[in-house]
């Protein structure tokens, strides 16, 4: 992963971030995670577009607000076993790393994400893959972390042969930004590694129709071709997607590409994230007005994370 960016000045040096604001930034980079792929570098026209944006350090990362938590999904409180979340009785998180190919800025797991972090070693692996065999209530296996589709084609088909092999589960799914933000990493290798006898569905992260450009159609066509069920999850954002044009827009490009938009999540309360707020009545409003205006299977559920680990609720519902 050398040839992405990885620090203010890195960005600064390739023109993605002007200097004077490469410096305020740099102490960000000791706190969370920076990274910048070539495919993303070359969609910044400037630091401040919905793509820069959501990747370029900013020192407003600094101030963490009163209600701003760590662990604002309250996963710690529903892990039987390290790198698994069972919230739901049907279905359940595993986490194999905590690495991804990009770092967002308002990501909810900021405090955990990072490329050193968090691989599972094999014996954590087996307990956890152990912990999904004896959990015959879970139907589906839900792969994310960090970003699974990180791991090499070998790692990642071993992982969902032992998940596919248990006669409980019917259903395997991965979350994933790499088919938007790294998608030079679905090789033909990996596409291989997810065609499955039982249904996957691959989840792709994206915030705006833009990032959808490049080498990101071909690397979902492979993945639509190797069998996978492809659904959009999204974040509302301001600044990225927070208007009517820029969600039609979103929405409609995901399903140029196949891809189902299936959730537009409430911005979760994570440290230093508070420029990307966008008021609930006014996600509201926006889903009301796409309603009518772009068919009803390109809109996705508007989300927001209970606190204390209640789960996603519809936003005002
Ligand atoms: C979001 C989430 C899921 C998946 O929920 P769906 O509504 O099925 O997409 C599963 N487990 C946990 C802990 C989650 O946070
Ligand atoms: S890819 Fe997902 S988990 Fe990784 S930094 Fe972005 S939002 Fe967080």
């Known amino acids: 992963m050398s040839r992405s960016l990885r620090s203010a000045a890195a960005l600064a040096a390739a023109g993605l971030l002007p200097p004077a604001r490469a410096e305020a930034a740099g102490a960000v980079e000791a706190r969370y995670a920076v990274a910048v792929t070539p495919h993303v570098a070359s969609l910044?026209?400037?630091?401040?577009?919905?793509i820069g944006l959501q990747y370029l350090p900013d020192p407003a990362e600094l101030t963490t607000l009163p209600h701003e938590t760590a662990d604002p999904t309250a996963d710690a409180p529903f892990t039987p076993v390290k790198g698994v979340v069972h919230r739901y009785p049907d279905r359940a998180l595993l986490k194999p790393l905590l690495a991804c190919p990009v770092y967002c800025r308002f990501?909810?797991?900021r405090e955990h994400v990072g490329p050193e972090g968090g691989v599972l070693t094999e014996a954590e692996l087996d307990a956890a893959l152990a912990w999904f065999a004896a959990t015959p209530a879970v139907r589906e296996a839900i792969l994310t972390g960090g970003d699974p589709l990180m791991l090499s084609p070998r790692r990642l088909g071993r992982i969902l042969d032992a998940l596919e092999a248990m006669p409980h589960i019917e259903l395997l799914r991965i979350h994933s930004r790499v088919p938007v933000a790294d998608p030079p990493l679905v090789t033909e290798a990996l596409a291989a590694a997810l065609r499955r006898g039982k249904p996957l569905i691959l989840c792709v992260h994206a915030n705006h129709a833009r990032e959808f450009a490049g080498d990101a159609p071909a690397a979902l066509a492979r993945l639509h071709?190797?069998?996978?069920?492809?659904?959009?999850?999204?974040v509302l954002l301001s600044g990225v997607n927070d208007s009517?044009?820029?969600l039609e827009e979103l929405f409609r490009t995901m399903l140029r590409h196949r891809v189902?938009?299936?959730y537009l999540h409430q911005l979760d309360p994570a440290p230093g994230t508070a420029r990307f707020?966008?008021?609930p009545r006014r996600g509201l409003a926006l889903i009301a007005a796409l309603r009518g205006r772009i068919p009803g299977h390109a809109i996705p559920h508007y989300v927001v994370e209970r606190p204390g680990g209640g789960g996603k609720v519809p936003v005002g519902g």
């Open 44 to 50: 910044i026209a400037a630091p401040d577009d919905p």
């Open 277 to 279: 707020h966008v008021p």
């Open 260 to 262: 189902k938009p299936y």
């Open 107 to 109: 990501c909810f797991r």
């Open 225 to 234: 071709a190797a069998g996978a069920m492809l659904l959009g999850q999204s």
């Open 244 to 246: 009517e044009a820029a």
